[in-house]
């Protein structure tokens, strides 16, 4: 067997005992992992579309111009063979948008819609405003599908691996309009209207009391509108909007209950919640969840400000302490 | 141009460091020495040697179209060029199909909820017809879109065909929406399509081909069954068969009338009378139409109405029984279920045949496409022409993912107001 066999096979081996002996509550359900590489490759092809129209818009027309936009390599294969793409901060949102994307596909298929948002287009002023923003937050995220709704920080990383990819195969004049593209570019992603800020302003400005906030979270869950949902979670319990999005996709956690009382939900619509969310993800243990509802109902508040206290931490803090903890672990992210 | 090979071919030739030829198959290695090249020599074929250098310079796979000619003329074929361990290894195959079926390219799905606001329309139609579509999100629906001749039809929040409309910044196209009905039959909004002029007279004009072909040969059928219904001495089954082939000629003829009439007004209005449809029955009525000696067909479970075209409906399920019935294993029978989810009314048609293969999953619906050999039967055109007409009632026809065996066909209608 030639060397190059040799490295194939055990690459083979290498791969096939890492998906063999990967904890099952660690791997993710098929459709998400499908979804997921979905939204990676379309991240990486919107980035590529981007850089090669807007440079090619920027150059006279003729064979540089023509030559931007006919692609000569592929972008992701290029990306991920350099390992590029192994980014935790990248994996992890695309994953997240992926299960984003597919609780809220159950949960609005349950049929319970009560169109919160466009109730709050009808109410007057600042509310009627930034529900505005987050429709066409929404509508654009959409449009871009399947490229996921990602960090400026991640968007704008993936702009500069995507036009140093593409500077490969084009010549030295075209290389110059495809850096002022990637700058343009690169301003606009950070100026962007993406779903999640659009709806944090939105929970900002809402007016709920603390004995309405039950019923407009389980309205918001009930329309699938989860990322609303994790805003309103996120503003009335002091977590962040990442924080409070990850504890909804959680299968097992008791944070989420702890969240949801510090939110001022009662138990009666935090049982909802529990409801809405086994009926969406048949993944999740009933027990533990039945328990770890109990657990939140019965916790003081000082257990409940120690379990929440590290996702009230700033995000870029818990997002520091992550990579520290990665970092010890031996791992590289 | 050169000679050799119809260069419809796929083949593959490596190359060594320096880009010299090292081996190939043969037919690549012919037309290569057609061009003036010969092993060991560098590449005589410039379009490949492009990819092949690329490849090289960059150190990973690259791929392009490249233009071939032959003796029975040019052809447009995929190379990719993978550095390999002492050179490069390059291979030639044919495009794949387009992603998006060509008469999907011009449709623009729309949403408004029940204030007739428009809730989501894709930016790349603005960017078509130059106008920011994400700019009318949340806006009123004529903002986007106004119906030429009954500019106030989506305020009567019910489905609606193909219309002559003005989208935003005067340019006509075809509308469609299917209102949208909540559990209680509240009015919850409508999920459209916008149409291109261009892609529907592509759609017209091969519902008018289609229409011209289907004609004659349906009458004849009805004729000839009639005329064996008609004849002395035949035995029972026989007649019954006969029966049996009469009424499906007649629900095809009728079919095919309503089609003509939709081809000859290509604005007309598609989606028909929308009522009610009892979908258990529209089943029971289809399954009667389908040829005796056939797999048994199962009708369960408690009635749900739709609201949509009976005839529509009633066409739509005998196709899928008829492909069902056409796949299923001898003795199997084909089950058919009904039910609600939140405003969507379903009927499920499921085979224990072969399946559709994964690979198979996103073409089932593409136009002339079969499954298995060609020796099963039926046109290609089935499945097709039954996903029209479950868009034009508003709904949608789907192929639905399940671990078990055999092909399980779904077709969505919004739930009936009606109680």
Same mark, same amino acid.
Request: glycine share 10%; charged share 25%.
């Given at each position: 067997?030639?060397?190059?066999?040799?490295?194939?096979?055990?690459?083979?081996?290498?791969?096939?005992?890492?998906?063999?002996?990967?904890?099952?509550?660690?791997?993710?359900?098929?459709?998400?992992?499908?979804?997921?590489?979905?939204?990676?490759?379309?991240?990486?092809? !919107? $980035? @590529? +579309?981007?850089? /090669?129209?807007? *440079? #090619? %818009? =920027?150059?006279?027309?003729?064979? &540089?111009?023509?030559?931007?936009?006919?692609?000569?390599?592929?972008?992701?294969?290029?990306?991920?063979?350099?390992?590029?793409?192994?980014?935790?901060?990248?994996?992890?949102?695309?994953?997240?948008?992926?299960?984003?994307?597919?609780?809220?596909?159950?949960?609005?298929?349950?049929?319970?819609?009560?169109?919160?948002?466009?109730?709050?287009?009808?109410?007057?002023?600042?509310?009627?405003?930034?529900?505005?923003?987050?429709?066409?937050?929404?509508?654009?995220?959409?449009?871009?599908?399947?490229?996921?709704?990602?960090?400026?920080?991640?968007?704008?990383?993936?702009?500069?691996?995507?036009?140093?990819?593409?500077?490969?195969?084009?010549?030295?004049?075209?290389?110059?309009?495809?850096?002022? !593209? $990637? @700058? +343009?570019?690169? /301003?606009?992603? *950070? #100026? %962007? =209207?993406?779903?999640?800020?659009? &709806?944090?302003?939105?929970?900002?400005?809402?007016?709920?009391?603390?004995?309405?906030?039950?019923?407009?979270?389980?309205?918001?869950?009930?329309?699938?509108?989860?990322?609303?949902?994790?805003?309103?979670?996120?503003?009335?319990?002091?977590?962040?909007?990442?924080?409070?999005?990850?504890?909804?996709?959680?299968?097992?956690?008791?944070?989420?209950?702890?969240?949801?009382?510090?939110?001022?939900?009662?138990?009666?619509?935090?049982?909802?919640?529990?409801?809405?969310?086994?009926?969406?993800?048949?993944?999740?243990?009933?027990?533990?969840?039945?328990?770890?509802?109990?657990?939140?109902?019965?916790?003081?508040?000082?257990?409940?400000?120690?379990?929440?206290?590290?996702?009230?931490?700033?995000?870029?803090?818990?997002?520091?302490?992550?990579?520290?903890?990665?970092?010890?672990?031996?791992?590289?992210? | 141009?050169?000679?050799?090979?119809?260069?419809?071919?796929?083949?593959?030739?490596?190359?060594?460091?320096?880009?010299?030829?090292?081996?190939?198959?043969?037919?690549?290695?012919?037309?290569?020495?057609?061009?003036?090249?010969?092993?060991?020599?560098?590449?005589?074929?410039?379009?490949?040697?492009?990819?092949?250098?690329?490849?090289?310079?960059?150190?990973?796979?690259?791929?392009?179209?490249?233009?071939?000619?032959?003796?029975?003329?040019?052809?447009?074929?995929?190379?990719?060029?993978?550095?390999?361990?002492?050179?490069?290894?390059?291979?030639?195959?044919?495009?794949?199909?387009?992603?998006?079926?060509?008469?999907?390219?011009?449709?623009?799905?729309?949403?408004?909820?029940?204030?007739?606001?428009?809730?989501?329309?894709?930016?790349?139609?603005?960017?078509?017809?130059?106008?920011?579509?994400?700019?009318?999100?949340?806006?009123?629906?004529?903002?986007?879109?106004?119906?030429?001749?009954?500019?106030?039809?989506?305020?009567?929040?019910?489905?609606?065909?193909?219309?002559?409309?003005?989208?935003?910044?005067?340019?006509?196209?075809?509308?469609?929406?299917?209102?949208?009905?909540?559990?209680?039959?509240?009015?919850?909004?409508?999920?459209?399509?916008?149409?291109?002029?261009?892609?529907?007279?592509?759609?017209?004009?091969?519902?008018?081909?289609?229409?011209?072909?289907?004609?004659?040969?349906?009458?004849?059928?009805?004729?000839?069954?009639?005329?064996?219904?008609?004849?002395?001495?035949?035995?029972?089954?026989?007649?019954?068969?006969?029966?049996?082939?009469?009424?499906?000629?007649?629900?095809?003829?009728?079919?095919?009338?309503?089609?003509?009439?939709?081809?000859?007004?290509?604005?007309?209005?598609?989606?028909?009378?929308?009522?009610?449809?009892?979908?258990?029955?529209?089943?029971?009525?289809?399954?009667?139409?389908?040829?005796?000696?056939?797999?048994?067909?199962?009708?369960?479970?408690?009635?749900?109405?739709?609201?949509?075209?009976?005839?529509?409906?009633?066409?739509?399920?005998?196709?899928?029984?008829?492909?069902?019935?056409?796949?299923?294993?001898?003795?199997?029978?084909?089950?058919?279920?009904?039910?609600?989810?939140?405003?969507?009314?379903?009927?499920?048609?499921?085979?224990?045949?072969?399946?559709?293969?994964?690979?198979?999953?996103?073409?089932?619906?593409?136009?002339?496409?079969?499954?298995?050999?060609?020796?099963?039967?039926?046109?290609?055109?089935?499945?097709?022409?039954?996903?029209?007409?479950?868009?034009?009632?508003?709904?949608?026809?789907?192929?639905?993912?399940?671990?078990?065996?055999?092909?399980?066909?779904?077709?969505?209608?919004?739930?009936?107001?009606?109680?």
């Amino acid at each position: 067997m030639s060397d190059a066999l040799l490295r194939r096979e055990r690459a083979r081996v290498w791969a096939a005992g890492r998906d063999l002996f990967l904890d099952d509550d660690r791997r993710l359900p098929e459709r998400v992992r499908y979804a997921a590489a979905a939204m990676l490759r379309g991240a990486v092809a !919107a $980035a @590529e +579309e981007a850089l /090669r129209r807007r *440079a #090619a %818009a =920027l150059l006279p027309p003729g064979p &540089a111009a023509d030559a931007m936009v006919m692609p000569l390599l592929s972008v992701y294969d290029l990306l991920d063979g350099r390992g590029l793409l192994r980014c935790h901060r990248l994996t992890a949102e695309t994953v997240a948008a992926a299960r984003l994307d597919w609780l809220a596909e159950r949960l609005s298929a349950a049929g319970r819609g009560s169109d919160l948002t466009g109730r709050l287009l009808d109410a007057e002023g600042p509310v009627a405003a930034a529900a505005l923003q987050l429709v066409r937050a929404e509508a654009a995220a959409r449009s871009d599908r399947p490229a996921p709704p990602l960090s400026p920080a991640s968007r704008i990383r993936l702009l500069w691996h995507a036009a140093a990819a593409i500077r490969l195969d084009v010549d030295p004049l075209a290389a110059a309009a495809l850096g002022r !593209a $990637a @700058e +343009e570019l690169c /301003r606009e992603a *950070a #100026a %962007a =209207l993406r779903p999640g800020p659009a &709806a944090s302003a939105v929970a900002r400005v809402v007016s709920a009391p603390p004995d309405a906030r039950g019923a407009m979270l389980v309205d918001a869950l009930g329309d699938g509108a989860v990322m609303l949902a994790a805003a309103f979670l996120a503003e009335w319990s002091g977590i962040d909007r990442r924080a409070a999005a990850g504890l909804l996709l959680d299968t097992d956690d008791e944070l989420l209950w702890h969240a949801l009382r510090a939110a001022g939900v009662g138990a009666e619509d935090r049982a909802v919640v529990a409801a809405f969310l086994a009926e969406a993800d048949p993944a999740r243990d009933l027990e533990a969840l039945a328990s770890g509802l109990a657990a939140a109902s019965a916790a003081d508040e000082a257990t409940r400000a120690a379990a929440l206290a590290t996702l009230r931490l700033p995000g870029p803090m818990r997002d520091a302490a992550a990579a520290l903890e990665r970092r010890g672990s031996g791992s590289r992210g | 141009m050169m000679p050799g090979r119809t260069p419809g071919m796929e083949g593959w030739i490596s190359l060594d460091g320096s880009g010299r030829l090292l081996a190939g198959d043969a037919a690549l290695l012919a037309l290569n020495a057609a061009a003036g090249g010969g092993t060991g020599r560098e590449l005589a074929l410039p379009a490949l040697d492009v990819v092949a250098q690329a490849a090289r310079r960059i150190g990973t796979a690259v791929t392009r179209p490249v233009t071939l000619g032959g003796e029975a003329g040019d052809a447009v074929l995929i190379a990719e060029a993978r550095p390999a361990q002492d050179g490069i290894r390059l291979t030639l195959s044919r495009p794949p199909a387009a992603d998006v079926p060509p008469d999907r390219a011009d449709e623009w799905p729309w949403e408004a909820d029940a204030k007739l606001r428009l809730r989501f329309v894709p930016r790349g139609l603005g960017e078509r017809y130059g106008f920011d579509a994400l700019a009318l999100v949340g806006g009123p629906l004529t903002g986007l879109f106004t119906i030429t001749d009954a500019p106030d039809l989506v305020e009567g929040k019910r489905s609606f065909g193909a219309r002559r409309a003005m989208l935003c910044g005067g340019r006509p196209v075809l509308v469609r929406g299917g209102a949208v009905a909540g559990r209680d039959g509240r009015f919850l909004g409508y999920r459209g399509i916008v149409l291109s002029p261009q892609g529907v007279e592509g759609s017209a004009d091969r519902l008018a081909e289609l229409v011209r072909a289907l004609s004659a040969p349906t009458l004849r059928v009805v004729e000839e069954a009639d005329a064996l219904r008609m004849e002395a001495g035949l035995a029972e089954a026989d007649w019954r068969r006969a029966d049996d082939m009469a009424a499906a000629g007649r629900h095809l003829m009728a079919l095919v009338r309503e089609r003509s009439g939709d081809a000859a007004d290509e604005a007309g209005d598609p989606a028909g009378g929308m009522a009610p449809v009892a979908l258990l029955a529209a089943a029971r009525r289809a399954a009667a139409l389908l040829p005796a000696g056939g797999p048994a067909v199962a009708v369960g479970g408690a009635e749900v109405v739709a609201a949509g075209d009976e005839r529509r409906v009633v066409q739509v399920l005998l196709n899928l029984l008829s492909n069902a019935a056409r796949y299923s294993p001898p003795g199997e029978a084909v089950s058919v279920r009904a039910g609600r989810t939140g405003p969507s009314a379903w009927i499920t048609v499921a085979d224990r045949g072969p399946g559709v293969a994964a690979a198979d999953r996103a073409r089932v619906f593409e136009r002339l496409w079969q499954a298995g050999a060609a020796d099963m039967g039926g046109s290609g055109l089935g499945l097709h022409i039954s996903r029209t007409l479950a868009h034009e009632m508003g709904g949608d026809l789907i192929l639905e993912e399940h671990d078990g065996t055999g092909a399980r066909f779904t077709l969505y209608l919004a739930a009936s107001l009606a109680p």
